[in-house]
T-cell receptor, first 113, second 115 residues
Framework: AQRVTQPEKLLSVFKGAPVELKCNYSYSGSPELFWYVQYSRQRLQLLLRHISRESIKGFTADLNKGETSFHLKKPFAQEEDSAMYYCALSPLGDQGGSEKLVFGKGTKLTVNP | KAGVTQTPRYLIKTRGQQVTLSCSPI?????VSWYQQTPGQGLQFLFE???????NKGNFPGRFSGRQFSNSRSEMNVSTLELGDSALYLC??????????????FGEGSRLTVL
């Protein structure tokens, strides 16, 4: 079964502190992984995808197939990073060409001043 | 470019009724997918359409159905509403890629309350 687990519902850090949002997945094939973010009163939007290997707004995420994890990290959190973060998996192996995503339940990040 | 537009934004229905939700994708996007979001289950995939064909369906009962029109606009329908159908229904559009998912662009959602 395809599953994405985000163990922390809530995460609170101070401005300037490092932040790591955890994501673990369960999938036997070769997944593609994403982080989506929803800022207050805004739409859900893509933050980054592992295949792009890029840093967006200072965030990076590394796919660790051995640990089946895709944690999102930022060395110095900013207040504007406060948002709801969702990890998502695309089961490419089974659904070639599909846009289907399996989402985790999300982590609400609060960055305190 | 206008974003994904969903109508209506809010609606209240009673058990047993049916509801139709509409989604207009970003111009040029031919793939539309639907998700149900609830506090307990989070975001769950309902179905996706490409060129008027349903390509994939999530694990929902047959009361949930959808369709896509030639202009890529999509509708989803829920018949015989139950209290548990109360949720935010999100539509997302994308430039469909042969080898895998592209970036999904989400609408603001239609919030359905079933009384």
């Amino acid at each position: 079964a395809q599953r994405v687990t985000q163990p922390e519902k809530l995460l609170s850090v101070f401005k300037g502190a490092p932040v790591e949002l955890k994501c673990n997945y369960s999938y036997s094939g070769s997944p593609e992984l994403f982080w989506y973010v929803q800022y207050s009163r805004q739409r859900l939007q893509l933050l980054l995808r592992h295949i792009s290997r890029e840093s967006i707004k200072g965030f990076t995420a590394d796919l660790n197939k051995g640990e089946t994890s895709f944690h999102l990290k930022k060395p110095f959190a900013q207040e504007e990073d406060s948002a709801m973060y969702y990890c998502a998996l695309s089961p490419l192996g089974d659904q070639g060409g599909s846009e289907k995503l399996v989402f985790g339940k999300g982590t609400k990040l609060t960055v305190n001043p | 470019k206008a974003g994904v537009t969903q109508t209506p934004r809010y609606l209240i229905k009673t058990r047993g009724q049916q509801v139709t939700l509409s989604c207009s994708p970003i111009s040029g996007h031919r793939s539309v997918s639907w998700y149900q979001q609830t506090p307990g289950q989070g975001l769950q995939f309902l179905f996706e359409y490409f060129s008027e064909t349903q390509r994939n369906k999530g694990n929902f009962p047959g009361r949930f159905s959808g369709r896509q029109f030639s202009n890529s606009r999509s509708e989803m329908n829920v018949s015989t509403l139950e209290l548990g159908d109360s949720a935010l229904y999100l539509c997302a559009s994308s430039l469909w890629a042969l080898l895998g998912p592209g970036e999904l662009f989400f609408g603001e959602g239609s919030r359905l309350t079933v009384l």
